[in-house]
T-cell receptor, first 112, second 113 residues
């Protein structure tokens, strides 16, 4: 079955550490996205990619980095510059911006 | 700027009908999505409205009025499994910015027996 796979489900970060969240899709979608979800807040866009080897900053890109070397993969690195990283991170993909988003099951990141 | 308002929480009885409202003030408008999200899970697509009027899909319907900046999601014959958060999201433009959906904070619906 086609879908989006995020891993790990839970992740813990130590102070000063970079961590990478994985996102893989086999839906053959061109566009991929990373959202951050905090309790009581709407989803906020971190980065998005319209096509391989291209990505754009969203509303809250500071302290994060991404790469898009393959169509199927869009990993997100939470760097030590992100001072408040505890949140639920959702990866999504779509065929185009007019089409619905398909979401992964999310990664809960916490700080030790 | 972008602003989307939804009620924070709602409670309804199993078998009843509930309407979840969403109002928006955005720099442009090119479509409105509704998603359902169960706690700790991925949001799933419910509906997409780009023109005024009512779209019906089984027990769920979605309405849009672009002149009023208003949408609602109507859930009929409520079931316990409908207990979830319902997210309203607006696509502001049709250009490059169209990738940047603006989401509301979500409405947490509790269905009680």
């Amino acid at each position: 079955d086609g879908g989006i796979t995020q891993s790990p489900k839970y992740l813990f970060r130590k102070e000063g550490q970079n961590v990478t969240l994985s996102c893989e899709q086999n839906l053959n979608h061109d566009a991929m996205y990373w959202y951050r979800q905090d309790p009581g807040q709407g989803l906020r866009l971190i980065y998005y990619s319209q096509i391989v080897n291209d990505f754009q900053k969203g509303d809250i890109a500071e302290g994060y980095s991404v790469s898009r070397e393959k169509k199927e993969s869009f990993p997100l690195t939470v760097t030590s510059a992100q001072k408040n990283p505890t949140a639920f991170y959702l990866c999504a993909s779509s065929t185009s911006p007019r089409e619905k988003l398909f979401f992964g099951s999310g990664t809960q990141l916490s700080v030790l | 700027g972008q602003n989307i308002d939804q009620p924070t929480e709602m409670t309804a009885t199993e078998g009843a009908i509930v309407q979840i409202n969403c109002t928006y003030q955005t720099s442009g408008f090119n479509g409105l999505f509704w998603y359902q999200q169960h706690a700790g899970e991925a949001p799933t697509f419910l509906s997409y409205n780009v023109l005024d009027g009512l779209e019906e899909k089984g027990r769920f319907s979605s309405f849009l009025s672009r002149s009023k900046g208003y949408s609602y999601l109507l859930l009929k014959e409520l079931q316990m499994k409908d207990s979830a958060s319902y997210l309203c999201a607006v696509r502001p433009t049709s250009g490059a910015g169209s990738y940047q959906l603006t989401f509301g904070k979500g409405t947490k619906l509790s269905v009680i027996p």
